[in-house]
């Protein structure tokens, strides 16, 4: 039995798909949901929906009783130590003392000197949870997943093609993005095939990018030249602000702009593409996906 946690979230749901598309029974996966509701579509399929909540042991104990392998999502929390590293926690603790057997999860990649980084905290709360993992005795195979393709258009903002201008101060700082959904099926791959005790996977991309080029993507794609700006951090929260932006979503973007800029999220290795048997999505091909749907 496999359970698949945060099955209802846009990463969750497309592992349980990829399961059923390898054919997996559904009487083989459960999944773990905060409310039920919204998990009738599994029923449906004669998949077991079992209700329970990172923070709430009891309702864990209960949801993981007979499960050999668990896909631990990583919690989507903002809070680094007070929730989301809490809640990582309490589930492996709850799945030892129920017996499963081998734990994914899914955490992040980062570089050497990651302490250093604008996104420290947050990748300091999956190297904890991976530590925990690890001195749990429970099998474990760690997939550091890449930064998602999908944030790009938050990134460079819903008015890129009328305006044709990219601000964001990431300087030249590469990144290697990659496709949510094929990240959701390596993680279907490695549940549903031997060889991964107690290995770590970063799964990034081939080709790691930069805003000049993610620009440069999006003009061939709109037939527009488009420009890429970057301000300083002060002049690119200054500019926010006079826009109206609330205070917390400029805070994250100046964040992971920096993160770009620090190269924290550049990294480019070929285990994804082994995993999906075919080259990931490209950044063109992303890009072409997005903007070429719009009217």
Same mark, same amino acid.
């Given at each position: 039995m496999i359970l698949v946690a945060g099955a209802t979230g846009q990463f969750g749901s497309k592992v349980v798909e990829y399961l059923l598309k390898k054919e997996t029974q559904p009487s083989e996966i459960a999944v773990l949901v905060r409310d039920i509701e919204k998990a009738r579509q599994f029923e449906e399929q004669g998949i077991k929906v079992n209700v329970g909540d990172y923070l709430n042991e009891e309702s864990l104990l209960k949801a993981m009783r007979g499960v050999d392998k668990l896909l631990l999502v990583s919690s989507n929390d903002k809070q680094?130590?007070?929730?989301?590293?809490?809640?990582?926690?309490?589930?492996?603790?709850?799945?030892?003392?129920?017996?499963?057997?081998?734990?994914?999860?899914?955490?992040?990649?980062?570089?050497? %000197?990651?302490?250093?980084?604008? $996104?420290? &905290?947050?990748?300091?709360?999956?190297?904890?949870? #991976?530590?925990?993992?690890? +001195?749990?005795?429970?099998?474990?195979?760690?997939?550091q997943n890449g930064i998602y393709f999908e944030m790009i258009p938050v990134f460079v903002g819903a008015d890129v093609a009328e305006k044709a201008t990219i601000l964001f101060p990431a300087a030249n700082g590469n990144a290697s993005y990659v496709l949510?959904?094929?990240?959701?099926?390596?993680?279907?791959?490695?549940?549903?095939?031997?060889?991964?005790?107690?290995?770590?996977?970063?799964?990034?991309?081939?080709?790691?990018?930069?805003?000049?080029?993610?620009?440069?993507?999006?003009?061939?794609?709109?037939?527009?030249?488009?420009?890429?700006?970057?301000?300083?951090?002060?002049?690119?929260?200054?500019?926010?602000?006079?826009? %109206?932006?609330?205070?917390?979503? $400029?805070? &994250?973007?100046?964040?992971?702009?920096?993160?770009? #800029?620090?190269?924290?999220? +550049?990294?480019?290795?070929?285990?994804?593409?082994k995993f999906l048997t075919r080259k990931p999505t490209s950044l063109q091909q992303f890009i072409d996906r997005v903007y070429q749907e719009q009217p």
């Open positions: 680094a130590y007070s929730n989301r590293t809490t809640q990582h926690l309490l589930v492996i603790r709850a799945a030892k003392m129920v017996g499963i057997k081998h734990i994914v999860y899914t955490s992040f990649i980062r570089n050497s %000197g990651f302490e250093r980084s604008s $996104i420290s &905290a947050f990748q300091q709360s999956h190297v904890d949870t #991976e530590d925990f993992l690890k +001195d749990s005795g429970i099998t474990y195979t760690i997939l949510r959904e094929e990240l959701a099926e390596a993680a279907a791959y490695v549940l549903t095939s031997q060889g991964h005790d107690n290995k770590i996977y970063p799964l990034t991309n081939n080709e790691s990018v930069n805003f000049r080029e993610i620009a440069n993507s999006i003009g061939k794609a709109i037939e527009k030249e488009v420009n890429y700006i970057s301000p300083s951090s002060s002049e690119f929260e200054a500019t926010l602000t006079q826009a %109206g932006v609330p205070e917390m979503y $400029i805070t &994250a973007l100046t964040m992971w702009a920096s993160a770009h #800029e620090q190269g924290a999220l +550049d990294q480019r290795n070929n285990i994804l593409e």
